[in-house]
Every structure is written in C-alpha cells, then in structure tokens.
C-alpha cells in the first residue's frame, strides 16, 4: 500500500522536472537552431527587419552569423555595411569604425562604397565629442580634434571621389560645421597664449587660422589675436596693417574700439570651476 500511495507523488515531484527540461530544450535550440539553419537571404531579411525596429544588439548579431556562415557574395558585403551601422547606431564607434573601414580597403570598387566612406565619416563625426560634453554643453573645440580631422578627411574624400552622390550635400555642411571647430580649436589655444604673454605663439596660431581656415567665422578674432600679438611684440607697423585688414572686413569687431580690453577673459575664479568652456 505505501508503495502505491508515493507513485502519485513521484509524479507530481517529476512533473515540474519535465517542463523545466522542456522548456530549456525549446529555448536552447530554437533560436540558434534557426540562425544556424537560416538561408542567407533569410539571415539578410531578419537583420534587416531587426534594424527597423531599432533592435541593433539583435541585428549586429543576426549580421556577424551570416557574414561567417557566407563568406562571400552580395549578401555578405552588403551584410558588412549593414553590420558597421549598427554598430554605429548602437554607440559601438571603435567597432564600427573597425568594420566600415576594413569593407573599405577590401572593396574600394563595391557599389556602394560612396556610403561606405559617408558612413565612416559620421562615425568619426559622432566621436567628436562624448556623452559627458553633451551633458556638460562643453564645445568639442576644448578637446582633442583627431576625430574631427578624421571626420573631414573622410568627407573631403567623399566628396571628391563622388560629388554627385546624394551624400554630397550633407556632407558639405558637416565639413563646414568640423571646420568651424577645428578653426575655434585653434583660437582657443592663440587667446590663451596672448593671455600668458606667449605672443609669438599667439601670433603663429594666428596666422594658422587666417591661411588655413580663411572663410570660418573665426578668422576675424585671428586677425585681432595677430594684431594684438604685433603689437605687444613692439612690431607696430605689421600691427596696424594688420588692424586695417581687420577694419576692412569686420568693421565692428570690438578690438576695433577697445584694443586695450579685447579680449574679455572669464574671472580667475571661474576658471578654476570643472568643466566649464568660454566658447
């Protein structure tokens, strides 16, 4: 009798067992089971479906399976392409930047190699200034411009190989914008050196400026920088013919009406706050 009353609780103790083990069999297999299982036009379809949904962890993945299960053809370029805006739309810069740029060197002839070089561009164009900066609304031209180098390298080359690709246009403008920085990078470092007597120095980011980037906006401070620098150097003829170049096209800059108090530099005590940017 005691053998027959513990059959049913043998069975009720089994149970639960048994849809556990069920249940990891069905989710262990099922899904890598079909990735692996999947066509390559299948593959391409899932991915693609998971970027529309903003799904880029899932989809990164889904392409990084086709591209090593078929390594060649269309599908597998188009895949790596697809693969480095993912990336890049998931914040993983380094890795996109590593994926786009080997696509680049091993198919310089694909067809859509025009989006290849746009891609790498934004990619470099986003590393220009950190989460943190954003935050802080610290300008990008206070840190290290190498990525906005990069970034307009890649828009220059662009634009040059293929002007008449709809990224052209786009392109243009944020090579406008990264000149502006990089022109502003510049003069933050000419004004801190008239501020600390290093004129010489001031005046040679100066002039870099005005020969570098002659249509930024930043050109006419450059120009104030240099005719200060003249003029504290003792080198007064170079500074008023440098004023009247000045004169001639920025009539209204305030160095003109106050030389002495151009220009206006935040409080000592300002400066010593965290983070914060004068631009």
Same mark, same amino acid.
């Given at each position: 009798?005691?053998?027959? !009353?513990?059959?049913? *609780?043998?069975?009720?103790?089994?149970?639960?067992?048994?849809?556990?083990?069920?249940?990891?069999? *069905?989710?262990?297999?099922?899904?890598?089971?079909?990735?692996?299982?999947?066509?390559?036009?299948?593959?391409?379809?899932?991915?693609?479906?998971?970027?529309?949904?903003?799904?880029?962890?899932?989809?990164?993945?889904?392409?990084?399976?086709?591209? $090593? !299960?078929?390594?060649?053809?269309?599908?597998?370029?188009?895949?790596?392409?697809?693969? $480095?805006?993912?990336?890049?739309?998931?914040?993983?810069?380094?890795?996109?930047?590593?994926? =786009?740029?080997?696509? =680049?060197?091993?198919?310089?002839?694909?067809?859509? =190699?025009?989006?290849?070089?746009?891609l790498r561009g934004l990619i470099n164009f986003d590393r220009t200034e950190s989460a943190v900066q954003k935050l802080a609304k610290i300008s990008p031209s206070r840190f290290d411009q190498g990525y906005a180098l990069q970034s307009f390298d890649d828009f220059n080359t662009l634009i040059a190989r293929f002007p008449d690709t709809r990224y052209a246009a786009d392109a243009r403008q944020r090579m406008i914008y990264l000149r502006n920085q990089l $022109?502003?990078?510049?003069?933050?470092?000419?004004?801190?050196?008239?501020?600390?007597?290093?004129?010489?120095?001031?005046?040679?980011? $100066?002039?870099?400026?005005?020969?570098?980037?002659?249509?930024?906006?930043?050109?006419?401070?450059?120009?104030?920088?240099?005719?200060?620098?003249?003029? *504290?150097?003792?080198?007064?003829?170079?500074?008023?013919?440098?004023?009247?170049?000045?004169?001639?096209?920025?009539?209204?800059?305030?160095?003109?009406?106050?030389?002495?108090?151009?220009?206006?530099? !935040?409080?000592?005590?300002?400066?010593? =706050?965290?983070?914060?940017?004068?631009?």
């Amino acid at each position: 009798m005691a053998s027959r !009353r513990s059959a049913p *609780l043998k069975f009720v103790l089994i149970l639960p067992l048994l849809f556990a083990i069920g249940a990891c069999s *069905l989710f262990h297999h099922g899904p890598r089971d079909t990735l692996n299982n999947m066509t390559v036009e299948q593959l391409y379809q899932r991915a693609h479906s998971l970027e529309q949904e903003g799904n880029w962890g899932s989809a990164e993945t889904v392409y990084q399976k086709l591209i $090593a !299960r078929f390594p060649y053809g269309a599908y597998n370029e188009q895949s790596q392409i697809e693969l $480095a805006y993912a990336q890049y739309k998931d914040g993983k810069y380094d890795d996109a930047y590593s994926t =786009i740029n080997e696509f =680049i060197k091993t198919y310089p002839t694909q067809k859509h =190699i025009a989006y290849a070089y746009y891609l790498r561009g934004l990619i470099n164009f986003d590393r220009t200034e950190s989460a943190v900066q954003k935050l802080a609304k610290i300008s990008p031209s206070r840190f290290d411009q190498g990525y906005a180098l990069q970034s307009f390298d890649d828009f220059n080359t662009l634009i040059a190989r293929f002007p008449d690709t709809r990224y052209a246009a786009d392109a243009r403008q944020r090579m406008i914008y990264l000149r502006n920085q990089l $022109a502003q990078a510049e003069l933050n470092v000419a004004e801190y050196y008239l501020q600390r007597d290093a004129y010489i120095a001031a005046a040679d980011r $100066a002039k870099y400026i005005i020969e570098h980037y002659q249509r930024a906006p930043q050109v006419a401070d450059a120009l104030a920088v240099l005719a200060k620098s003249y003029h *504290l150097l003792g080198q007064q003829k170079l500074a008023d013919q440098t004023t009247e170049v000045l004169k001639l096209n920025y009539p209204n800059h305030p160095y003109l009406r106050n030389p002495k108090g151009w220009p206006k530099h !935040r409080s000592w005590m300002y400066r010593l =706050i965290p983070l914060t940017s004068e631009h």
